[in-house]
C-alpha cells in the first residue's frame, strides 16, 4: 500500500494491510463483478457516497473502458448533513436508529458500513420523507 493508505489504515484499525491486499481478486475481476451486480444504470446508496463514487468511476474506466452512470445516487450523509447539525459521521448517526450495529465490529467494514448506511436511510426516511420504509 501507499505510505499514507498504511498510516491512515493503521491509525484507524481498518485492517486492510499488505497482505490482505495481496490476498484479494485484481482489479479487473473487481470491475466486471461489480459491473455485473450494479448494471449499466444503477440506483446507489451510501453514506459519503461522493467518495466512493469516485474510486468505482476510476474502477470501472481503468478496468472497463467506461463510466460509472448510476440512475440515482442518494447520499446519506448530504441527506444529515441537510436536516440537522452536528457528527455526521456513519458510527454517530447510525445511533440516532436506535439499533445495535449489524456485528459490534467496525464501520470500516464494508458489510456492516452498507447495514448502517441502510439502518440510517431507512432512520431518515421515516423520519423525513415517508410515514414507513419497510425492507424489500
Same mark, same amino acid.
Do not use: W
Given at each position: ?36 451486480? /450494479?448494471? !449499466?444504470?444503477?440506483? #446507489?446508496?451510501?453514506?459519503?457516497? %461522493? ?5 468505482? *468511476?476510476? =474502477? ?29 459521521? /456513519?458510527? !454517530?448517526?447510525?445511533? #440516532?436508529?436506535?439499533?445495535?450495529? %449489524? ?5 470500516? *467494514?464494508? =458489510? ?25
Amino acid at each position: 500500500l501507499p505510505q499514507p493508505i498504511a498510516e491512515y489504515n493503521g491509525r484507524n484499525n481498518t485492517g486492510i494491510c499488505d497482505e490482505f491486499i495481496k490476498k484479494q481478486p485484481k482489479a479487473y475481476m473487481v470491475a466486471q463483478k461489480l459491473y455485473e451486480f /450494479l448494471g !449499466d444504470s444503477p440506483v #446507489l446508496v451510501g453514506h459519503n457516497l %461522493s467518495f466512493a463514487e469516485t474510486f468505482i *468511476n476510476k =474502477l470501472y474506466v481503468q478496468n472497463l473502458g467506461k463510466c460509472l452512470e448510476p440512475k440515482e445516487s442518494i447520499d446519506t450523509l448530504a441527506i444529515c448533513r441537510e436536516k440537522f447539525g452536528g457528527s455526521h459521521k /456513519l458510527c !454517530d448517526v447510525h445511533k #440516532l436508529t436506535k439499533k445495535t450495529h %449489524s456485528s459490534g465490529k467496525s464501520y470500516h *467494514n464494508s =458489510l456492516d458500513d452498507c447495514l448502517a448506511t441502510l439502518d440510517v436511510l431507512e432512520y431518515l426516511t421515516n423520519k423525513y420523507y415517508v410515514k414507513t420504509f419497510e425492507r424489500g
